[in-house]
T-cell receptor, first 111, second 114 residues
Framework: QQQVKQSPQSLIVQKGGISIINCAYE??????FPWYQQFPGKGPALLIA?????SEKKEGRFTISFNKSAKQFSLHIMDSQPGDSATYFC??????????FGPGTRLSVLP | DSGVTQTPKHLITATGQRVTLRCSPR?????VYWYQQSLDQGLQFLIQ???????AKGNILERFSAQQFPDLHSELNLSSLELGDSALYFC?????????????FGPGTRLTVL
């Protein structure tokens, strides 16, 4: 019930392409869905987040799409760059539960 | 730089030993969170403190304990260490209170148990 599933485990994309990472959850009590970016040797950093009352949120090249009925959300990285190569984690939260993280997706963007 | 500091960066110890990891939150942040990141378990929430009080508990083992001091820094104590405790331990801080305010992660402490 508290699990957040994430796919794919790893992703290779050409420079300029679109990277898509998907997450799914079970517990409908979750009400906040952030994405974190982690570079090797660094801690995760918040990238973008969404609440379930909107279906899409865009910040620069990063977009979250949210499907409340399917209990799924995804991260789209447009015009992917080699500097985007990192591990991406989705997460879900509700007050009292704190954050539950997906297992992560390792993205490699080829030059 | 997130503004969250963690010491030490690396720690190598033996099974059965006890270690203390230290975290200083960003200036003004009242909440501190501890996470364990291992290859097979991903990022696991351990515990949260808010202004000195325990706020939420996650998958924290009984061998582990934490506290937040009056100056808001926090320590995570790991005892009777096992090989499986080898992992990256992250501290994060946020402004605090109720709700999912932005967490800022420190650089982590890499613990190796031999």
């Amino acid at each position: 019930q508290q699990q957040v599933k994430q796919s794919p485990q790893s992703l290779i994309v050409q420079k300029g392409g679109i990277s898509i990472i998907n997450c799914a959850y079970e517990n409908t009590a979750f009400d906040y869905f952030p994405w974190y970016q982690q570079f090797p040797g660094k801690g995760p950093a918040l990238l973008i987040a969404i609440r379930p009352d909107v279906s899409e949120k865009k910040e620069g090249r990063f977009t979250i799409s949210f499907n409340k009925s399917a209990k799924q959300f995804s991260l789209h990285i447009m015009d992917s760059q080699p500097g985007d190569s990192a591990t991406y984690f989705c997460a879900a939260y509700y007050y009292g539960q704190n954050f539950v993280f997906g297992p992560g997706t390792r993205l490699s963007v080829l030059p | 730089d997130s503004g969250v500091t963690q010491t030490p960066k690396h720690l190598i110890t033996a099974t059965g030993q006890r270690v203390t990891l230290r975290c200083s939150p960003r200036s003004g942040d009242l909440s501190v969170y501890w996470y364990q990141q291992s290859l097979d378990q991903g990022l696991q929430f351990l515990i949260q403190y808010y202004n000195g009080e325990e706020r939420a508990k996650g998958n924290i083992l009984e061998r582990f304990s934490a506290q937040q001091f009056p100056d808001l820094h926090s320590e995570l104590n790991l005892s009777s260490l096992e090989l499986g405790d080898s992992a990256l331990y992250f501290c994060a801080s946020s402004a605090g209170g109720a709700g999912p305010d932005t967490q800022y992660f420190g650089p982590g402490t890499r613990l190796t148990v031999l």
